[in-house]
């Protein structure tokens, strides 16, 4: 026995040994760890476990070589192929890639929105209380000067009457009437448009190549301008004794509402209140009109200030003033009303300037 081990080589040192023995030996010092009871803590021992085997996953996963992945972009005929089935345009295939076509895209909405369409024929319209020619111009879309055109009511364009039929085009021009010895090339240069407008406009129903009209025939004149003179009637005469001149500040003759202001076919204030609401001349002068008129004012009065100025108070219910009245500013002269040609109660106030019918508001407070 001593023979055969003086024989052997001496043993290396322990601390010598390979990194097999000190993984070993570091197990061992694990599990030799005593508890308070003298065991070994299980939770300790699979706490230290997962820890090493997460270790060894990771050396061992770093240590793998990955391949190499090239990623090859589709050839421009691809692409197209694909667009064309897709929608794309073929002159857009080269600017537009797979990833652009397969894309996400804003999901569409469910809602559809139909255009109003143009009206395409001539309705006629019924006026009912509260219109004015401005508003039911607005209300079809239209120009004042179509519907007023159409409706011969150029002498007082802003006096409507409650029943009133009016025609309505379906776009901005006049109906004509065609009289006696007319021929498209007057009515067109009447109204400073071309006859050949009038003639292709499909309503008119007219020969293209060989155009007739006859008269009595109505003919819709699309975009037709025309003028009509805005002077009113100038009251002239001898103030009477006693008449004092105006001073050219007016008063508002009435308490109410403004219902319509002064417009190009308007030409005018119109103040809305109840049927019997006190009517007072805006400044110093004398009576020259009071009573019914025949233009669809209904009862009015018209009050001359002596300086150039005249004022009108229309559709009133009462009259408590004759021509050749003398009255000073301020003073009753009648009650609102709803006469002549109105929509409902309201006082039509007018300033009128050496002839001219001019803005009441350029002398109000």
Known sequence: MRDDIAGKPP??????????????????????????????????????????LVALG???????????????????????EIGQEYGVAPEMAGEVTTAEVFGLSRAAVPITIIPERPREDVVEYTVVAGDTLYGIAKKFKLSAESIMFSNGLEKNPDLLRLGQKLVILPQDGILHTVAAKETLDKIAKEYKVTAEAIVNYPLNKLDVKNPQIAVGQKL???????????????YRGTAPKGAKTGTGRLIWPTSGSLTQA?????????????????????????????????????????????NGLQTLYAHLSRIFVRPGDVVTRGAVIGNMGNTGNSTGPHLHFEVIKRGVKVNPRSFLP
Do not use: C, M
């Open 220 to 234: 819709i004149v699309p975009g037709a301008k025309k003028e009509i003179p805005q002077v009113a009637t100038v």
């Open 58 to 80: 990771v050396l061992a996963l770093s240590r793998i070589q990955l391949p190499d992945i090239e990623i090859v972009e589709e050839a421009p005929a691809v692409v197209e």
């Open 262 to 306: 002064y417009k190009p076919y308007h030409r005018a204030l119109d103040l809305a209140r109840g049927v019997g609401t006190p009517i007072k001349a805006a400044d110093n002068g004398y009576i020259v009109v009071a009573g019914w008129s025949n233009v669809g004012y209904g009862n009015y009065i018209v009050v001359d200030h002596g």
């Open 11 to 52: 043993a290396a040192p322990q601390d010598n040994w390979g990194p097999g023995h000190q993984f070993f030996k570091s197990i061992q010092n694990l599990f030799s760890q005593r508890g308070p009871d003298g065991a070994t803590p299980v939770l300790r021992v699979g706490s230290h476990l997962v820890i090493l």
